[in-house]
């Protein structure tokens, strides 16, 4: 009984944090979608406010990495920090801002 009854309470426990999980894409700061945070992703996102290439991929909130709100240069010289200078890593994206273009990005 003992046993039923601390697997329930860890079933209760766990199933909050998977649901949260799913309601995030991407890794905030991987502009991207490979996988990883690097050069590349600070290209992407020069591309997109630039020259019109695509949005940070899955979702717009993606190219959010020091979570002010906004996917905007400010988050190229925050991914380029911390590829090239140990600079803080990429943050949670402004989880809650994104709705209205494609949802949350998962926390790096």
Do not use: H
Not at 29 to 38: E, F, I, L, M
Not at 75 to 98: K, L, T
């Amino acid at each position: 009984m003992k046993k039923i009854l601390l697997l329930s309470l860890v079933i209760v426990l766990i199933m909050p944090l998977e649901s949260a999980r799913a309601d995030c894409q991407g890794i905030c700061g991987d502009t991207n979608a490979d996988g990883s945070v690097n050069l590349s992703d600070a290209i992407w996102l020069i591309n997109y406010i630039f020259v019109g290439g695509p949005p940070p991929q899955p979702v717009l909130a993606c190219g959010d990495a020091n979570t002010d709100g906004v996917a905007a240069m400010q988050d190229v010289v925050w991914i380029i920090n911390f590829v090239f200078v140990s600079g803080a890593q990429p943050g949670d994206c402004s989880p809650g801002n994104w709705e209205s273009v494609g949802g949350d990005c998962c926390p790096f």
